[in-house]
C-alpha cells in the first residue's frame, strides 16, 4: 500500500512562511488531482487548496494570495508554500491523493502552529 508522508510543519510566528511537502512511498497508480486540507482543533476538516493533474489550482477563499499549490508529477510530490501566515492557519494539514477508480489516500498529516 502507498503511503503519502507530509513534512515541513512547525511553530512560526504570524507573518511568517513555511512550506509543506507531501512524497508518495511508491508509484500511486491512476493518480489524479492531489490537495491539503486542514483540521484545526475541534473542528472539521477543510479543504486548503487542490491542484489537477494539467495543473489547475483551486483554492480556500481564506488562503488566496497567500498560498500556493504546486506538484511535481514525476515524483507524486505536492507542495504547499504558505505565507502571511495567520494565527487561524493552525492546524493539522494533510495530503490527499485522489485516484480515478479508486479511492483516495490520505497523508497522516503534519501540524503547523502559528503563534508569537
Known amino acids: 500500500q502507498v503511503q503519502l508522508v507530509e513534512s515541513g510543519g512547525g511553530l512560526v510566528h504570524p507573518g511568517g512562511s513555511l512550506r509543506l511537502s507531501c512524497g508518495a512511498s511508491?508509484?500511486?497508480?491512476?493518480?489524479?488531482?492531489m490537495g491539503w486540507y486542514r483540521q484545526g482543533q475541534g473542528g472539521q476538516r477543510e479543504l486548503v487548496a487542490t491542484?489537477?493533474?494539467?495543473?489547475?489550482?483551486n483554492y480556500a477563499d481564506s488562503v488566496k494570495g497567500r498560498f500556493a499549490i504546486s506538484r511535481d508529477n514525476a515524483k507524486n510530490t505536492v507542495y504547499l508554500q504558505m505565507n502571511s501566515l495567520k494565527p487561524e492557519d493552525t492546524a493539522v494539514y494533510y495530503c490527499?491523493?485522489?485516484?480515478?477508480?479508486?479511492?483516495?489516500?490520505w497523508g497522516q498529516g503534519t501540524p503547523v502552529t502559528v503563534s508569537s
Open positions: 491542484i489537477g493533474l494539467g495543473g489547475s489550482t
Open positions: 490527499k491523493a485522489d485516484r480515478y477508480g479508486f479511492r483516495p489516500i
Open positions: 511508491g508509484i500511486i497508480s491512476r493518480l489524479s488531482a
